[in-house]
C-alpha cells in the first residue's frame, strides 16, 4: 500500500513559477513509477509528465520545456517544477504511482487527492 500526499500548488499569474511535491509512504518508494496528472474543468484527466524507477522521463508536448518532474527517494518525494505557466495550466493536479513504467492512468494502482493550481492572466 502507498499513499500520495500533493503539495505546492496555488495561484500565480502567467509566466511564474510552481513547484509541486508529492510525498509518498511506505518504503518501497523507490520500485514505483510515479505520474503528475491534471484534470481541468470540464475536461478529462489527462498524463502531465512521468518519472521511471530508474528516472527516465517523459512528457506531453504542451509541458516540454516549460516543466520538469524529478524523484529523490531518498525523501520518498517526486517533483512537478512548472515555470512560464499559463491560463490553459489551471487544473487539479494529482500524482500517482504504479509497479509500471506506463503512459495509461490505468495502470497506476494509487493516487493522491490532488493540490489545485491556477493560472491567472
Known amino acids: 500500500q502507498v499513499q500520495l500526499v500533493e503539495f505546492g500548488g496555488g495561484l500565480v499569474q502567467s509566466g511564474g513559477s510552481l513547484r509541486l511535491s508529492c510525498i509518498a509512504s511506505?518504503?518501497?518508494?523507490?520500485?514505483?513509477?510515479v505520474g503528475w496528472f491534471r484534470r481541468a474543468p470540464g475536461k478529462e484527466r489527462e498524463l502531465v509528465a512521468t518519472?521511471?524507477?530508474?528516472?527516465?522521463?517523459y512528457y506531453r508536448d504542451f509541458v516540454k520545456g516549460r516543466f520538469t518532474i524529478s524523484r529523490d527517494n531518498a525523501k520518498n518525494t517526486v517533483y512537478l517544477q512548472m515555470n512560464s505557466l499559463k491560463p490553459e495550466d489551471t487544473a487539479l493536479y494529482y500524482c500517482a504511482s504504479s509497479s509500471l513504467y506506463s503512459l495509461f492512468s490505468r495502470d497506476y494502482e494509487y493516487w493522491g487527492q490532488g493540490t489545485q493550481v491556477t493560472v491567472s492572466s
Open positions: 511506505g518504503r518501497t518508494f523507490s520500485t514505483y513509477a
Open positions: 518519472i521511471s524507477q530508474s528516472f527516465t522521463t
